[in-house]
């Protein structure tokens, strides 16, 4: 996914509402089934690429999980403690230990995170 986010900023977005919900809406597939991460496969780096270009970053993976939580909060609008009791059930904190750091710009990634939950939130 981190490659397209390059060509497409809210690949995030599109992917939960025109791919993912429809599925879970109709029962097709379980997140718990999910690769969040590709397997770290040996690169062979070639003469001509460059290194401006990080592919490894995991901005676009918190984004889409920020996005899974609002849709769950949807589904129960009364309990928090069921939609933290979902995400759990998903078993991503190693997942999600392991691509902490891997976020580009940290400080304004979590501001640019609130004002787009934000946003998303007064969009409905």
Avoid: C
Avoid at 48 to 74: G, R, V
Avoid at 76 to 81: A, D, K, Q, Y
Avoid at 98 to 115: M, N, R
């Amino acid at each position: 996914m981190p490659e397209m986010a390059l060509d497409i900023p809210q690949i995030h977005d599109y992917l939960l509402k025109h791919v993912m919900k429809p599925l879970l809406v109709k029962r097709q597939f379980d997140l718990k089934f999910i690769e969040w991460v590709k397997k770290e496969q040996p690169k062979e780096k070639k003469a001509e690429e460059s290194d401006d270009i990080d592919f490894d970053s995991s901005n676009n993976l918190f984004m889409l999980l920020a996005n899974l939580i609002l849709y769950q909060k949807e589904l129960n609008p009364n309990s928090w403690e069921e939609v933290i009791s979902w995400f759990n059930s998903l078993k991503l904190s190693d997942v999600t230990a392991k691509q902490l750091p891997k976020l580009e710009d940290a400080e304004t990634f979590w501001v640019d995170l609130t004002k787009s939950i934000n946003d998303e939130g007064t969009a409905k």
